[in-house]
């Protein structure tokens, strides 16, 4: 069963009507993105959309495998071609004619073997280990990685002719947190999965505020961080706890801001970017000039959570522009972010450079 490509933003839409274009072209394709991003399934939508939904999807994971094997996995072998090939077998691109070749983390293919691949899709020909004959394969190549492969290029790690080859049409997938529109749209379709899969187990679903929560939070692992999130919840039945073991965002930046305040003599900030006082935290988001009542009628733990993680983005956003001379393209970089994120939350928090 081909699983949905869920969301509602741009990017997903874009994908969507792209794999539209060119499901039936047979034309090879890219998919790139962070890991967990769904780069599988946005493959399975394609062969799904296809005139060769009905053949074979095949998929091997170019990483998960040593050399030797993973070449004996491509192209097959003969009996006797290697010890303890005790028996002639077919290879993945044997398997998958007429269908899809799905080749995941094409990025960590050895160099050895992204020649013969280079062979493969340039002729459609292969000899299986141990053979002198050559086979013909039609198969629809998808190929995915997370790696930088121009960079991987620059590196001579990759091959530029295989590159080339492959990329023919490329699909990028943003990270979860530059399309937070999709996540509630996520969490409701793994709800339902998982209470089919778990009727002993219904979890609650989030109500407004934990849902702003989980928008507002980056997602480091995608939607596979957020699946196992939602199954987590499923048996735990505890917000709380899930929230407990989300891992914070970009650690590194806030000990740098940390480690610079420090040598600057300063004790202002500690690692969550806040004044030691307990007082002075407090009143930096609430008015405790107030009366009693009005002061624990103003006192929201989600309000205040959320002008406190503004307030840090805010000082570390300001603080990596200003330790790169506002460089922007080296900050979204440094940050983690896109271009345009950051340069949303420059304009959301009022960050502008010094006016000379």
């Not at 030691?276 to 009693?292: A, H, K, P």
Request: proline share 4%; charged share 30%.
């Amino acid at each position: 069963m081909t699983t949905p490509l869920i969301g509602v933003s741009k990017s997903i839409l874009k994908i969507k009507e792209l794999i539209n274009h060119v499901a039936n072209t047979c034309l090879n394709v890219l998919i790139t993105g962070e890991t967990g991003v769904g780069k599988e399934v946005v493959a399975q939508n394609l062969y799904a959309e296809s005139s060769r939904s009905s053949k074979s999807f095949v998929k091997i994971n170019c990483a998960a495998l040593p050399e030797t094997l993973l070449e004996s996995e491509l192209y097959g072998y003969e009996k006797g071609a290697f010890t303890g090939a005790h028996k002639k077998r077919p290879g993945k691109f044997q398997t998958a004619d007429k269908g899809v070749l799905f080749l995941d983390e094409i990025g960590d293919m050895p160099m050895a073997l992204q020649s013969k691949m280079l062979h493969v899709l340039q002729s459609g020909e292969f000899s299986p280990l141990g053979s002198d004959q050559e086979f013909k394969t039609d198969v629809w190549v998808i190929a995915a990685t997370n790696h930088n492969l121009e960079e991987s290029m620059r590196k001579k790690i990759f091959r530029e002719d295989l590159f080339y080859r492959l990329n023919i049409i490329k699909i990028e997938i943003p990270p979860l947190r530059e399309r937070k529109e999709d996540i509630p749209s996520l969490i409701e379709y793994y709800f339902r999965l998982y209470q089919s899969e778990y009727p002993d187990n219904l979890g609650t679903r989030p109500d407004s505020d934990i849902l702003a929560e989980l928008c507002n939070y980056p997602w480091p692992g995608n939607v596979r961080q957020l699946q196992n999130c939602i199954k987590k919840q499923m048996i735990l039945k505890s917000w709380e706890k899930i929230f407990e073991e989300l891992p914070k965002e970009h650690p590194e930046i806030i000990s740098q801001f940390t480690d610079d305040s420090q040598q600057n003599g300063s004790s202002h900030y500690t690692t969550s970017g806040f004044q030691s006082d307990r007082t002075r935290i407090i009143s930096e988001f609430v008015d405790l000039s107030t009366s009693s009542d009005k002061l624990f009628e103003d006192i929201s733990l989600k309000k205040i959570k959320k002008l406190a993680s503004d307030k840090v983005e805010k000082e570390v956003i300001t603080f990596v522009l200003e330790k790169v001379g506002w460089n922007r393209s080296r900050a979204s970089k440094i940050l983690k972010i896109s271009y345009k994120t950051l340069l949303y939350k420059m304009n959301e928090f009022k960050v502008h450079p010094p006016v000379k």
